[in-house]
């Protein structure tokens, strides 16, 4: 009895994966938020000796020049998130706004969007991203850049999926007999029904762009050291391979990080549907 109570007052939505990864996403950007509050070293400042294992002094050890691995760890979330929140929210803007013109409009603009939407969405996305980046150089600006390269066609498409099956409704019908404008039209009518699947993807997409960005920085074509940025901290890492806890932090990080977000989408898909059926 008891055990049905409490499943009733608890929303279907709500489910263990769903709450961890609300406690994780939130755990990392208070985290990224409040980094310079905790009292830790500085992230470049060499404080210790290099490659000590993890100790009560330093949590995660330190690296080859004696930086404390968990105060970078830490600190590179605000390169990591920032990044990433950059990246989905130029993506959404760009392709959600080409997408949703080329659904509502159609026609010659509808066929340019979507050819060039085919012709970007036929690379890998990680071959796509690394080409963009090599050629822009390296740099965290550049390879935000390359990362909204990728990005923005899965909104384009999304949008113009949405836009094309809202429009049919009746209610965009009687709207179109009461004289509403294009404009009100597109604004009023039709996109604010587009949404749900962009900001579902766009929660999914954040752990993906923190991952590809990573990905960059390994290979040389984001940040730099000595940014205290999670792939540059991994590929940093990997050049002394006894010494493990150099690439734990960082990658461990990445790795909760991208579950979060997943678990989080999720569950914020099955929010909208659960609201929808009613």
């Known amino acids: 009895m008891a055990e049905a109570l409490a499943r009733a007052r608890r929303p279907s939505w709500l489910t263990v994966p769903v709450a961890l990864g609300i406690v994780v996403v939130t755990f990392w950007i208070v985290a990224a ?7 830790l070293d500085e992230p470049l400042k060499m404080v210790a000796r290099r490659l000590q294992p993890p100790s009560a002094e330093h949590w995660l050890g330190t690296d080859a020049l004696g930086r404390d691995v968990f105060s970078r760890t830490i600190h590179g979330a605000r390169i990591s998130l920032a990044i ?3 990246v989905v929210l130029a993506a959404v803007a ?11 409009f159609g026609g010659w603009w509808d066929t340019a969007v979507m050819r060039l939407v085919d012709v970007t969405l036929a690379f890998p996305p990680v071959l796509l991203a690394m080409a963009v980046a090599a050629t822009l150089g390296p740099g965290l600006e550049n390879a935000a850049v ?3 390269a990728v990005w923005w066609p ?3 498409r999304l949008m113009r999926a949405q836009v094309l099956e809202v429009k049919t409704r009746e209610h965009v019908e009687a709207a179109i007999a009461g004289g509403a404008t294009r404009a009100r039209l597109l604004f009023k009518h039709i996109l604010t029904l ?3 699947p962009i900001q579902v993807n766009a929660t999914m997409d954040v752990g993906q762009v923190i991952l590809l960005a990573a990905a960059l920085s390994f290979i040389g074509l984001g940040a730099s050291p ?6 540059a901290m991994i590929s940093e890492g990997a050049t002394q391979f006894y010494s493990w806890w150099i690439a734990f932090g960082p990658g461990f990080a ?3 990080l991208v579950l979060g977000f997943n678990f989080l989408g999720d569950g914020l898909r099955d929010l909208m549907d659960e609201r929808s059926s009613r």
Not at 33 to 39: E, I, N, R, S, V
Not at 94 to 104: E, K, M, P, S, T
Not at 226 to 231: D, N, Q
């Open 194 to 196: 587009c949404w749900t």
């Open 226 to 231: 000595p940014t205290p940025e999670w792939g």
């Open 154 to 156: 899965v909104y384009a």
């Open 146 to 148: 390359a990362l909204v």
């Open 94 to 104: 760009i392709g959600a706004g080409l997408g949703a013109l080329a659904g509502f």
């Open 84 to 86: 990433a929140a950059v």
């Open 254 to 256: 990445i790795l909760t």
């Open 33 to 39: 938020l409040t980094a310079p509050l905790w009292g």
